[in-house]
């Protein structure tokens, strides 16, 4: 006679615990209890954009000791922040006015260069000097606690300090090559304004792209040689779509290119010959949409990731 047992009950399963059950933390209870946050957190977007505020005077006296240390070591000082774009300005005036004819059929081609080189000069250094502003300056981003956007920004209000002195000359030198003073000179104002935001916004968005990975750094000469190329600095675009049957894409590219859309502006602002029909069609509209979504977007792509920036 055999006999059978029967298995052993199970045991009962031990309630999952939820959060609820879990005792408090005591440390996160008292960091509550003083408003203390977490070290690095990212804030909302309003605080950040009132930390950035409350920093306005950093950002304006880092950007301007920048600007006098930059070339302490030369002779000359100073005066290579005009040095530089003329000598530019003569070496594309050899190369392509010279050399290349570019300056058939574009009257007044020395202010039209002038021109050109000088706002390309202010928006290529902003974005080339801005993919490192945070990499170049982790012991600071590491030792003390700031927004980190004040390091791509005092890089474009250095830039935009120079550019001022720059615009100056360059008033000078149109004035030589038989310009004369209209209403129209004061779009130039309106002009580096909206310049000014969309370059703030590639800033950010190249700062970001830098700090995360280094060797973007190396890359952007070529980048923004190839941009300079096709933005009008040295020849004349509306020239060229008038002569040239190339795609509507690449027309269309062309006529969108913001680079070239701030240049035109300003010399349809400084230049007598330069008139709205060289312009493309609703070059405002365009300039503003630029600024808009550029400098906003390039300034939340940056917060994004201000929890990161000096990590790893």
Not at 151 to 167: D, E, K, N, Y
Request: hydrophobic residues 50%.
């Amino acid at each position: 006679m055999t006999v059978t047992t029967a298995p052993p009950a199970p045991a009962p399963a031990k309630p999952k615990s939820s959060a609820k059950d879990k005792a408090p933390d005591p440390i996160a209870e008292l960091a509550a209890a003083h408003d203390l946050t977490l070290s690095g957190a990212r804030p909302t977007l309003p605080r950040y954009i009132a930390q950035l505020w409350g920093r306005r005077h950093f950002v304006t006296a880092y950007a301007t000791a920048r600007m006098h240390a930059q070339y302490s070591e030369a002779s000359l000082g100073q005066v290579w922040h005009l040095m530089t774009p003329l000598l530019n300005a003569a070496v594309y005036y050899f190369i392509f006015g010279i050399v290349m004819h570019a300056s058939h059929g574009v009257p007044n081609y020395l202010p039209f260069l002038l021109t050109g080189v000088f706002v390309w000069d202010f928006i290529g250094s902003c974005i080339n000097a801005a993919t490192r502003s945070v990499q170049s300056n982790l012991g600071l981003v590491r030792a003390l606690h700031f927004p980190r956007a004040s390091l791509p920004l005092s890089t474009v209000v250095q830039l935009f300090q120079q550019l001022l002195v720059t615009m100056g000359a360059l008033i000078i030198l149109l004035l030589i090559f038989g310009q004369t003073p209209t209403p129209s000179w004061l779009l130039a104002f309106p002009t580096l304004f909206l310049m000014a935001s969309f370059c703030a916004g590639c800033a950010m968005i190249m700062a970001r792209i830098g700090a995360k990975s280094p060797d973007v750094s190396q890359l952007m000469p070529f980048v923004l040689r190839t941009w300079m190329y096709a933005s009008g600095v040295m020849w004349s675009i509306d020239q060229m779509l008038r002569t040239d049957h190339l795609p509507h894409w690449v027309s269309t590219a062309l006529k969108l290119n913001p680079a070239a859309v701030f240049i035109d502006l300003m010399r349809f602002a400084l230049i007598d010959t330069y008139t709205a029909s060289q312009l493309p069609p609703h070059v405002w509209l365009i300039a503003l949409g630029w600024a808009l979504v550029v400098g906003v977007g390039g300034f939340v792509f940056f917060w994004k990731a201000e929890e990161e920036y000096g990590r790893g």
